[in-house]
């Protein structure tokens, strides 16, 4: 039903630990590709003890943690079934007090697939060769999230602007229609196509987006430079 799913201190223990039970023979045996999982272990032990001595314990007191941890070390276990795992402990905070903070850490740890370290510096300069990562990158990002995901009509637009000004056109030609096809009902998408093919020397393919621009959303600023554009010999 749910790609990521987040434990906060879950009982484990319940009923002779027939969850952990069930769990460990899951894990080992099903594929969990695509699918995400947070674990957080609040501080449940007695004063003094530290999660490497609560593991030989025997007392009733600690079997609620002593099942978690166990539970964490048979999913970091099984890393072949192509589960995202990733646990944490918070020796600060008990059972009734942890899950706000693991909320939070757990949205960071399911969400980490989004992050896109765009390298900048090398990008704009004419050597670049790999263009084709920022789709690369909304791919992974529409496998995790289960539905298409573009890259954003904005950052793209600023790109393509990026390299026309440094007169990189068949790349932010790319860019320009990465936009167009990816957000076709978008009147900037063509007006910023438009931009492009004036400062290629292209008046019919600028007029032609121009045109369409203004199909989409009637904007002064376009009037104007489809206007000019029509006057130039």
Not at 29 to 54: C, H, I, P, W, Y
Not at 65 to 75: A, T, V, Y
Not at 196 to 204: F, G, H, I, N, P
Request: glycine residues 4%.
């Amino acid at each position: 039903m749910f790609n990521a799913l987040v434990a906060i201190d879950p009982s484990m223990f319940w009923d002779d630990q027939k969850l952990l039970k069930q769990a460990t023979a899951v894990l080992a045996k099903n594929n969990f590709e695509s699918r995400s999982l947070f674990l957080a272990v609040a501080n449940t032990m007695a004063k003094g003890m530290d999660t490497l001595q609560v593991q030989t314990d025997t007392d009733m007191m600690s079997l609620h943690i002593r099942s978690i941890l166990q539970l964490g070390h048979c999913l970091a276990a099984n890393t072949k079934n192509g589960l995202a795992f990733n646990w944490k402990y918070y020796p600060e905070y008990d059972h009734g007090a942890v899950p706000l903070v693991a909320a939070y850490d757990a949205i960071r740890s399911i969400f980490a697939f989004y992050n896109f370290n765009f390298p900048y510096r090398e990008f704009f300069d004419t050597a670049f060769k790999a263009d084709t990562i920022l789709t690369a990158h909304y791919k992974i990002v529409s496998k995790q999230m289960g539905y298409k995901v573009f890259p954003p009509e904005q950052m793209v637009n600023v790109l393509g602007y990026q390299l026309m000004g440094s007169k990189q056109f068949g790349r932010a030609l790319y860019f320009f229609k990465m936009n167009t096809d990816n957000y076709p009902e978008s009147f900037n998408a063509y007006d910023s196509m438009g931009d492009l093919y004036d400062a290629m020397s292209d008046k019919k393919q600028a007029i032609a987006a121009y045109s369409k621009a203004l199909a989409l959303r009637d904007f002064p600023d376009t009037h104007n430079k489809l206007e000019q554009l029509k006057k130039r010999k």
